[in-house]
């Protein structure tokens, strides 16, 4: 059974940070790509950054320059670091393999108050 859960989301005011956490059980990631989603309220799923196993990253320009994406292979775990946070941000925030993704899970929501 391969798992991916995503947390850390929250309400925060424009220029707030966030770290969003994505916790992968029954498979190891470390030889996986990974990436992060969002979706707002009726606009389709969008990508917001991957990373690979060699430890490339890449962004959205929409983020680039405020997140950063990063994991911690002892862990399993996958992170999205967000920073001077803006309203249009506000969405669900999902994780995956980008290669050979899983079913969505419930994604994390967060909230960019202005």
């Known amino acids: 059974q391969v798992q991916l859960v995503e947390s850390g989301g929250g309400l925060v005011q424009a220029g707030g940070s966030l770290r969003l956490v994505c916790t992968a059980s029954g498979t190891s990631i470390r030889l996986n790509s990974m990436a992060w989603y969002r979706q707002a309220p009726g606009k389709q799923r969008e990508f917001v950054a991957n990373l690979v196993s060699s430890g490339i990253t890449k962004y959205a320009d929409s983020v680039k320059g405020r997140f950063t994406i990063s994991r911690d292979n002892a862990k399993n775990t996958m992170y999205l670091q967000m920073n001077s946070l803006k309203p249009e941000d506000t969405a669900v925030y999902y994780c995956?393999?980008?290669?050979?993704?899983?079913?969505w899970g419930q994604g994390t929501q967060v909230t960019v108050s202005s």
């Open positions: 995956n393999f980008q290669s050979y993704p899983i079913a």
